[in-house]
């Protein structure tokens, strides 16, 4: 064991203000009776004392904690010098009120991409008209099929040809299934357009463009669900007429009186091309 002066020289080394030992050391002189004394009531009275000392750390300026050497007759001095002090509000900084508006970018960057519209269309030729007709079962129109014989009715009533020749193979969007290739509502759009634009300057002249379907609506005439049963002027596509689709057709009769209603306008364009 070494002596008092020696540990006490090792402890001020080590920066140890206050200590107790576990057991009687040799050659130690007595603990005074003050450093004995339960220390539960102690730690309560800076708790009652923490608002003024926040008030004046608020003024002064903060200062790293430290620790005191106690003095003889000082109860209590141990626990309120060894409890650290409440810091003092301080101005956040600058980098940390910019991360919320970094973040908020960061969740943009990361938000989902609405998925790409589904359709398939074909395009025929009736006549002076040619015919955007949405597939509702996305495969080619069969000659038993429901829709096209509702399709056929439209022609004859229209004073069209019964039955209307292809016109190409049917536009299915999305084109592809995978990759990072931009398949949006606009790229759709524009593909739907450049198609039926192509198709137009290949052959004979079109009196009217049939839209028939939402999807043939949208995408080609960029008209919505009220624009059905109206006339469009589409920019590179001419004159266009907004029809529901085959198979909502044969949902909703009351449609089709609404529909003929609309065509007696409608078919003086291509009528007065084939007076016959």
Do not use: H, N
């Given at each position: 064991m070494i002596e008092e002066a020696r540990r006490r020289a090792y402890l001020g080394a080590m920066q140890v203000a206050s200590w107790l030992p576990r057991v009687v050391l040799p050659f130690a002189a007595p603990s005074r009776p003050e450093l004995l004394e339960p220390s539960a009531p102690?730690?309560?009275?800076?708790?009652?004392?923490?608002?003024?000392?926040?008030?004046?750390?608020?003024?002064?300026p903060v200062a790293a904690p430290s620790v005191a050497p106690v003095t003889a007759g000082e109860p209590g001095s141990i626990a309120a010098r060894l409890l650290p002090k409440v810091a003092a509000p301080t101005k956040p900084s600058p980098i940390k009120a910019e991360e919320p508006a970094e973040a908020e970018a960061?969740?943009?960057?990361?938000?989902?991409?609405?998925?790409?519209?589904?359709?398939?269309?074909?395009?025929?030729?009736?006549?002076?008209?040619?015919l955007l007709?949405?597939?509702?079962?996305?495969?080619?129109?069969?000659?038993?099929?429901?829709?096209?014989?509702?399709?056929?009715?439209?022609?004859?009533?229209?004073?069209?040809?019964?039955?209307?020749?292809?016109?190409?193979?049917?536009?299915?969007?999305?084109?592809f299934s995978r990759g990072n290739m931009d398949q949006g509502p606009q790229a759709a759009r524009e593909f739907v357009q450049g198609f039926v634009a192509a198709r137009l300057e290949e052959g004979a002249p079109c009196s009217c463009l049939w839209l028939v379907g939402m999807p043939a609506v949208r995408f080609a005439g960029e008209g919505d669900e009220e624009s059905l049963l109206r006339e469009l002027q589409v920019e590179g596509l001419g004159?266009?007429?907004?029809?529901?689709?085959?198979?909502?057709l044969a949902e909703e009769p009351t449609l089709k009186a609404d529909l003929w209603r609309a065509m007696r306008r409608v078919r003086q364009r291509w009528m007065s091309q084939n007076p016959a």
């Open positions: 102690l730690v309560a009275e800076p708790t009652v004392a923490a608002p003024a000392a926040a008030a004046r750390e608020a003024v002064a960061e969740q943009a960057v990361r938000a989902p991409v609405a998925p790409p519209p589904r359709f398939a269309l074909q395009l025929l030729r009736a006549g002076e008209c040619i007709v949405e597939l509702p079962t996305g495969e080619p129109l069969a000659s038993r099929d429901p829709a096209y014989l509702l399709l056929k009715d439209l022609l004859r009533a229209a004073g069209l040809p019964d039955s209307p020749q292809l016109m190409g193979e049917p536009v299915r969007w999305p084109l004159v266009a007429w907004a029809l529901p689709g085959l198979e909502r």
